[in-house]
């Protein structure tokens, strides 16, 4: 299975810089929003503003990035976004107050614009019969640097400090990312190649909707209602760790690294079920176990009962689905298995637009209803909400008798 997978020059050029990017992003993403707030002076809602602004972006660029990739191609747009993306590290890095950290996550939205592509490539460099099991090794390999970033970044923050130890990491992604752009321009190649006069169009019209099978147009409110489920704290979950339960560094890099390894492990397995029984029951598990981990979440506290929270999270995201925004093995797969080629990153870029529309304001609500009521709350909305999300995919997906071949 490995073998197969990565003897396709996309996914093995894709996954080497995937996982380099991931290696030096985890080793300071868990400790940003500390980082905001004791640095650069951001309260708890003005956490909410930045993640408003980078998810607001995804409005903007993921349906023109799709439709690009559907008519154009998607080698270079995966090329200019990859290019792109090297600048809101630097930004980052460069940002003396927290409203200077906006830029940088302007440009991180941007870089949207070639997620439809990402999505499309992948899909369309694996083997259709076995997609879920291909989407298991992907993501099985990328993942690796969830099990050791976060905890090597904890271990360094401890002990150089959380200012210097971020700064440490962003630097290092700014080589990586450099690094990912000569690997993509050498490895990556087309998977689309239209005949003449057969270019799909670049202006969206109320056919290209009606067209869509219904199984993706429930899924897209999944995917809106679990997005705003899940934005309302995912900003917050590790400053909830740090600020409320005490957690420190050391531990919550631990913590990730565990949940890390769990996925990790049971992503493949995954991927292979959904190959044998469907991906429904994969991504309905998701569906459930990302609100589930949200209300225990917030009745937890300690070092221990939050490692099994996080834990039994990343089992969830093993499965695919779930979380902020979806996808996963079984979620992309079965998108892959309904939409014929020419059109998916057509519509991965409507998800992702429709969805930011709502998630957008999703996460300055939570920071509001953390500030003005108490922090647990909007971990308790989000459980809710992400269950209805759950009870809207299972009765309203129906999964195709046989996959569509490409």
Known sequence: MFRDVFSNKNILGISITSALWGLMGQGYRPFWTLYLQDFLGASVINIGVFSM???????????????????????????AGTVLRTFGPVLYLMAPSWEWVIPGAVVAGMTSLYMPAFHAIIAESLPSKRRGSGYGVFNTITRIPNIISPLIGGILIDRYGLYRGVRMFLMMQIGASILGIIIRYFTITETVVHKPGKRPSMIPTAETFRELPRPIFIMMIVSIIGSFSGRLVFDYTNLYALDILKITPTHLGLITSIAGLVQMVLTLPSGMLSDKYGRKNNIMVSRVVAPVTQYFM???????????????????????????????????????????????????????TLTAVVAAPSSVIGGWLWETFYPQLPFQLSAVIGLVAAGVFWFGVHEPERALED
């Open 53 to 79: 602004i980078s998810t607001a972006e995804s409005l903007l660029f993921q349906l023109p990035g799709g439709l690009i990739a559907d008519r154009y191609g998607r080698r270079k747009l995966i090329l």
């Open 298 to 352: 917030a009745a937890v506290s300690g070092f221990t009962p939050y490692m099994l929270v996080m834990s039994f999270n990343a089992v969830g995201l093993a499965f695919g689905g779930g979380g902020v925004r979806a996808g996963g093995s079984a979620w992309n797969a079965l998108i892959a298995d309904i939409v014929p080629s020419h059109k998916r990153a057509t519509v991965n870029g409507v998800i992702g």
